[in-house]
T-cell receptor, first 110, second 113 residues
Framework: KQEVTQIPAALSVPEGENLVLNCSFT??????LQWFRQDPGKGLTSLLL?????REQTSGRLNASLDKSSGRSTLYIAASQPGDSATYLC?????????FGEGTQLTVNP | DGGITQSPKYLFRKEGQNVTLSCEQN?????MYWYRQDPGQGLRLIYY???????QKGDIAEGYSVSREKKESFPLTVTSAQKNPTAFYLC????????????FGSGTRLTVV
């Protein structure tokens, strides 16, 4: 059974700092990995989708990497802003299932 | 704009009552999913459907039922058999195939009163 772990569970940083969120998964037989953002009481917004054959994806200040063989992904956020404050969820697709980590709650302080 | 619409945003259920959560998508996606989110437990899969008139149980299907009569719609019924239904419910959809990601709705918060 696929298991996804995210570290740290919570992170508080000053505005402008670069930061890295970590995700690991136990079964490397994945189709893709997706990073989501969730604001309190809201649905999930997809940030980046990395196919199993890819090593990284970039969107604006966000960069996600994937090392399938070691079962790891990182989400790099450059020049963080207070508006980046949210919970970030990592999820992997294996077969017909999407398995989530429990998320990293990020707070960016002005 | 294409997307997933969940309604209502908030729902209150009395003990012993069945309630139905709506999920509609206009993305022409084949597959639809229902997840439950509880604090400290992440998202758990309730039911999913990859084609009209067919659906499969997820990890926590007990006390829930679904139907998939149309490609665009995948309603979830929370029955009285679900003993702890208070949670945030999220619907998702995607095109079937290994290269496609998931799109999520804005969620329904269900509270038992």
């Amino acid at each position: 059974k696929q298991e996804v772990t995210q570290i740290p569970a919570a992170l508080s940083v000053p505005e402008g700092e670069n930061l890295v969120l970590n995700c690991s998964f136990t079964d490397s037989a994945i189709y893709n990995l997706q990073w989501f953002r969730q604001d309190p009481g809201k649905g999930l917004t997809s940030l980046l989708l990395i196919q199993s054959s890819q090593r990284e994806q970039t969107s604006g200040r966000l960069n996600a990497s994937l090392d399938k063989s070691s079962g790891r992904s990182t989400l790099y956020i450059a020049a963080s802003q207070p508006g980046d404050s949210a919970t970030y969820l990592c999820a992997v697709t294996s077969g017909s299932r999407l398995t989530f980590g429990e998320g990293t709650q990020l707070t960016v302080n002005p | 704009d294409g997307g997933i619409t969940q309604s209502p945003k908030y729902l209150f259920r009395k003990e012993g009552q069945n309630v139905t959560l709506s999920c509609e998508q206009n993305l022409n996606h084949d597959a639809m999913y229902w997840y439950r989110q509880d604090p400290g437990q992440g998202l758990r899969l309730i039911y999913y459907s990859q084609i009209v008139n067919d659906f499969q149980k997820g990890d926590i299907a007990e006390g829930y039922s679904v139907s998939r009569e149309k490609k665009e719609s995948f309603p979830l019924t929370v029955t009285s058999a679900q003993k702890n239904p208070t949670a945030f419910y999220l619907c998702a959809s995607r095109t079937v195939g290994s290269g496609y990601g998931y799109t999520f709705g804005s969620g329904t918060r269900l509270t038992v009163v």
